[in-house]
T-cell receptor, first 112, second 113 residues
Framework: KNQVEQSPQSLIILEGKNCTLQCNYTVSPFSNLRWYKQDTGRGPVSLTIMTFSENTKSNGRYTATLDADTKQSSLHITASQLSDSASYICVVSAEAGTALIFGKGTTLSVSS | GAVVSQHPSWVICKSGTSVKIECRSLDFQATTMFWYRQFPKQSLMLMATSNEGSKATYEQGVEKDKFLINHASLTLSTLTVTSAHPEDSSFYIC?????????FGSGTRLTVV
């Protein structure tokens, strides 16, 4: 069964600190993996997208990694800001054109 | 980048009435639009996939007569929740595929009282 598991479920960190969110998937065949940021009451906004051959992709203070062999991905946030408080969702596509498979997300709270 | 405009952002309606949610692709043509529902602290759940000019494909367990989807043009898709009930209260989000990948609307918070 195609599944996407994220950990931790929630995380609280101090402003300025770094953090890493994890995503494990059992989706096959694999097409690509996306990380989205979803603010409360808003739609998801794309942060990164990686295909099978990509190991790392950065978007400002966000860096995503992908290990297609172990079917794991991580999202590293550097020098966190209060505005980083949101839900971060890992989304995997089984193959081009098929429905996306969503993780339940990690809720990040950044406090001052 | 690609933008999907979703309206309204929130709506409160009485039980038994119908509510229409619109999603427009502003700078690209959305051949396919996806409609999701999201309950608090839960992941997005795909309700249906609509293709311009044809009938929508509904996921198992989603009532097609209750959630009417119309995709009459390449830039507009609508979801109508008919005879809404309190259990339909949720966050509804649309998404379209573009050259930039999947772009989501900003969501509609529906509260049925």
């Amino acid at each position: 069964k195609n599944q996407v598991e994220q950990s931790p479920q929630s995380l609280i960190i101090l402003e300025g600190k770094n953090c890493t969110l994890q995503c494990n998937y059992t989706v096959s065949p694999f097409s690509n993996l996306r990380w989205y940021k979803q603010d409360t009451g808003r739609g998801p906004v794309s942060l990164t997208i990686m295909t099978f051959s990509e190991n790392t992709k950065s978007n400002g203070r966000y860096t995503a990694t992908l290990d297609a062999d172990t079917k794991q991905s991580s999202l590293h946030i550097t020098a966190s800001q209060l505005s980083d408080s949101a839900s971060y969702i890992c989304v995997v596509s089984a193959e081009a054109g098929t429905a996306l498979i969503f993780g339940k997300g990690t809720t990040l709270s950044v406090s001052s | 980048g690609a933008v999907v405009s979703q309206h309204p952002s929130w709506v409160i309606c009485k039980s038994g009435t119908s509510v229409k949610i619109e999603c427009r692709s502003l700078d690209f043509q959305a051949t396919t639009m996806f409609w999701y529902r999201q309950f608090p602290k839960q992941s997005l759940m795909l309700m249906a996939t609509s293709n311009e000019g044809s009938k929508a494909t509904y996921e198992q367990g989603v009532e097609k007569d209750k959630f009417l989807i119309n995709h009459a043009s390449l830039t507009l898709s609508t979801l109508t929740v008919t005879s809404a009930h309190p259990e339909d209260s949720s966050f509804y989000i649309c998404s379209a595929r573009s050259g930039h990948g999947y772009t989501f609307g900003s969501g509609t918070r529906l509260t049925v009282v």
